[in-house]
């Protein structure tokens, strides 16, 4: 594969740049390129720049509005819901976070009910945002059908991410954030891009057979839960919170209302903070703090988020691959 060197400020700008040609106005355009560039910086490549053309292409269709701005409902003081009002996620959520987090310091607990929005970004950037404010974060949402159920050869879940922040004081939060799928389908985009094989159980072809070649699951196949029923359970608790709870599509249902421009559908996320000051006392952090050092001290034991807060840490450019930068300068 062939790569150009960017520096983080360069990969923010490149992508500014593009959502600022293709219709978002600065604020839209700001809050996407800060999620995509926060993504290369941390190494999370499958949801950096290479989103970035089904970004455009869900502006160009005219499907999602680059000029939308979010507006909350108070629902209870513990329950803030946030429209979307056909915008990216970005926005929602850099406007929504502070909110759930002052209603979390209040009553303990808050949740965050994001409807009528694109989300097409990992998930880890909002629940480090509650991290942030001390608070301890879980935040869900879906897509469109990629996943077959356990036993089933057909699609019903979204890849359905899930993740989850817990606070310690002066270092990084335990922080966690994946798909339920054995596989992100971002990375079996990637894989398929750069000729890699998939693990085993990570999907099935369009007969429904067993594959480990991604353009296999690329060409009408599908991927399959992590974990087998475990994860098949998991991603239907997402589905019930990120769409039955917060009141937006199922990933079925998203399917049906998307034009299939290749960019993110349209659909809720679902995001929970709370207080371990209020809630566990101002033990908090001393007593989490000897669970997660016993964990850390373990060997072999590697603490999820660790490979990104090492990345953040660099200041040198990122490699970035080059067809992807040609085709996204093509794009403004
Ligand atoms: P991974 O399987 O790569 O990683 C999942 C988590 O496990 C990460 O927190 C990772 O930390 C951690 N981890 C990885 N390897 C180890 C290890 N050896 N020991 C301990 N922890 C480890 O992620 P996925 O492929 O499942 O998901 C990728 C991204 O895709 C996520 O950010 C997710 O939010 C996003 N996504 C977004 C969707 C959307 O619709 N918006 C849909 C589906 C996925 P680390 O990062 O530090 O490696």
Request: net charge negative; hydrophobic share 40%; with cysteine.
């Amino acid at each position: 594969m062939t790569t150009v060197e960017l520096s983080v400020e360069e990969i923010y700008d490149l992508a500014r740049s593009c959502l600022l040609v293709n219709g978002c106005d600065e604020a839209n355009a700001d809050a996407a390129a800060r999620t995509i560039s926060a993504a290369e910086r941390d190494g999370a490549l499958s949801h950096g720049l290479f989103r970035l053309p089904g970004y455009i292409a869900s502006l160009r269709s005219g499907k999602v509005d680059g000029t939308a701005r979010p507006t909350e409902q108070q629902l209870t003081p513990s329950a803030i819901r946030l429209d979307g009002n056909r915008g990216f996620a970005p926005l929602a959520i850099e406007y929504g976070i502070p909110l759930l987090a002052d209603a979390a310091e209040e009553m303990g607990i808050a949740v965050l009910l994001i409807r009528n929005s694109f989300h097409f970004a990992a998930l880890w950037p909002e629940v480090e945002a509650l991290a942030e404010r001390n608070l301890v974060g879980l935040a869900c949402t879906v897509h469109t059908p990629m996943v077959a159920p356990f036993g089933a050869k057909k699609a019903l879940f979204s890849t359905n991410p899930i993740s989850f922040a817990f606070p310690r004081r002066d270092q990084d939060p335990y922080v966690f954030d994946m798909a339920t799928a054995a596989r992100a389908m971002g990375d079996v985009g990637v894989a398929a891009r750069d000729g890699h094989k998939l693990p085993k159980e990570t999907g099935l072809d369009k007969h429904g057979k067993p594959t480990t070649d991604p353009n296999d699951v690329l060409d009408g196949g599908v991927l399959l839960p992590f974990g087998g029923y475990k994860g098949s359970a998991i991603a239907t608790m997402i589905e019930l919170l990120a769409a039955g709870l917060v009141g937006d599509f199922f990933s079925f249902e998203a399917a049906k209302a998307d034009n299939k421009d290749g960019g993110p559908a349209i659909g809720g996320e679902f995001i929970l903070a709370m207080s371990p000051e209020t809630l566990a006392g101002p033990n908090w952090s001393r007593h989490s703090e000897q669970f997660l050092s016993e964990l850390e001290g373990m060997e072999g034991v590697r603490l999820p988020g660790r490979r990104r807060f090492e990345n953040r840490q660099s200041t040198d450019t990122r490699s970035v691959n080059a067809e992807l930068v040609t085709t996204i300068r093509g794009l403004i």
